[in-house]
């Protein structure tokens, strides 16, 4: 059984975010670590490292994923927003080494108008720089394959292998595979056949070692849409049939499959209840 959770809110409280997890039957949790709508983020206390490690444990949450900030932009031409981006990163790749949170999922940034080439580069240049300013830190990077709205790139297996192959660290990045994104973007999973075809590509292109999460979101928009907009599990154009497979299938048994869907805890609870009793 794959470790299933969903995002957890917890406003500057991130010591009660395990219990929460628990109360809504959540084996893995996400989280943000600062607030994600601030540049700022200051650092985890010690004491509220300790405390969470502890909860994490007296409530069984056998794994935390961090998601970055969504400000940054670790692509961004302009070289006040690139200073910046970086900066939140290394602090997020910090607050999550205090965490001892072994993912850190983020979106892999934006070419604003310069190209797609110009942003696998430059994404590739932000992580080599933020990996080798933390130095005692080992999360892993997990770039999330994106919906291809606006000049968001890594909305193709060819572009997240480009940003993990220019980069001198490939060995401490990853990849997450969010349902809703990857169906926006073109990637069909609702047959079994194009299922199997999607992620042979996907191993073929990136390599299935490197999968380590996944967002389950059903999809609001049709197939290759490049619009997200996320709809709750069995509600959207992916349909139950989809989460069941990847809940069910052997090669993704030890994965945290985490949901983002919209309708609050309530919602989350029953969705996790449902996908854990499916057979
Ligand atoms: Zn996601
Ligand atoms: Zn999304």
């Known amino acids: 059984m794959p470790h299933i959770g969903c995002h957890i809110s917890i406003e500057n409280r991130l010591e009660k975010a395990p219990a929460r997890g628990r109360e809504l039957g959540c084996a893995a949790i996400q989280i943000f670590t600062s607030n994600q709508m601030q540049w700022r983020g200051n650092p985890v206390a010690p004491e509220t490292a300790e405390k969470f490690r502890v909860e994490q444990a007296k409530n069984k949450i056998a794994m935390v994923i961090a998601h970055d900030s969504y400000l940054v932009n670790l692509a961004s031409p302009e070289p006040v927003k690139l200073a910046l981006s970086r900066k939140a990163f290394i602090e997020e790749i910090q607050r999550s080494q205090a965490l001892q949170i072994p993912y850190i999922v983020f979106h892999p940034g934006s070419h604003m108008e310069k190209g797609v080439e110009y942003a696998l580069k430059k994404i590739a240049e932000s992580l080599d720089y ?150």
């Open 130 to 279: 933020a990996i080798e300013q933390t130095p005692d830190c080992n999360s892993m990077l997990l770039l999330e394959i994106t919906a291809g709205q606006g000049t968001n790139v890594g909305n193709a297996f060819e572009e997240l292998i480009r940003i993990i192959e220019h980069s001198a660290h490939p060995d401490r990045l990853g990849v997450c595979f969010d349902t809703c994104h990857a169906f926006a973007a073109g990637y069909d999973l609702v047959s079994q056949e194009k299922y199997d075809e999607t992620f042979t590509r996907f191993d073929d292109i990136i390599g299935l070692h490197r999968l380590k999460c996944f967002h389950l979101n059903d999809c609001k928009k049709p197939l290759g849409s490049r619009v997200d907009r996320h709809a709750n599990l069995g509600e959207g154009f992916l349909g139950w049939e989809v989460f069941k497979r990847i809940a069910g299938d052997d090669r993704f048994a030890e994965l945290p499959m985490i949901m983002e869907t919209p309708g609050g805890d309530e919602n989350y609870a029953r969705e996790i209840r449902a996908l854990k009793t499916t057979k």
